[in-house]
């Protein structure tokens, strides 16, 4: 992931949290990669809070006056 352009959460209960996230990835990236890094960002969450996360990752290129 180059940079987060947006985050967004939702609780949904007790045991629930849904995390989106609007992502610039380099342009060379594949979709195989993209979901590889959505599952790690869950594994990380679920061993950091105490829900279930579902991360959903929304890739784009980012605009241009914010490209590194």
């Known amino acids: 992931m180059d940079k987060?352009?947006?985050l967004r959460t939702?609780?949904?209960?007790p045991e629930r949290l849904i995390v989106a996230a609007?992502?610039?990835f380099s342009d060379e990236i594949s979709a195989d990669r993209a979901?590889?890094?959505a599952d790690h960002i869950d594994?990380?969450?679920a061993d950091l809070l105490p829900v279930?996360?579902?991360v959903f990752l929304d890739p784009?290129?980012?605009p241009a006056k914010t490209r590194t």
């Open 60 to 62: 784009t290129q980012a």
């Open 10 to 13: 939702m609780y949904l209960g």
């Open 22 to 24: 609007n992502v610039a």
């Open 35 to 37: 979901e590889d890094v």
């Open 4 to 6: 987060l352009l947006d």
């Open 52 to 54: 279930t996360p579902h």
């Open 43 to 45: 594994k990380r969450l």
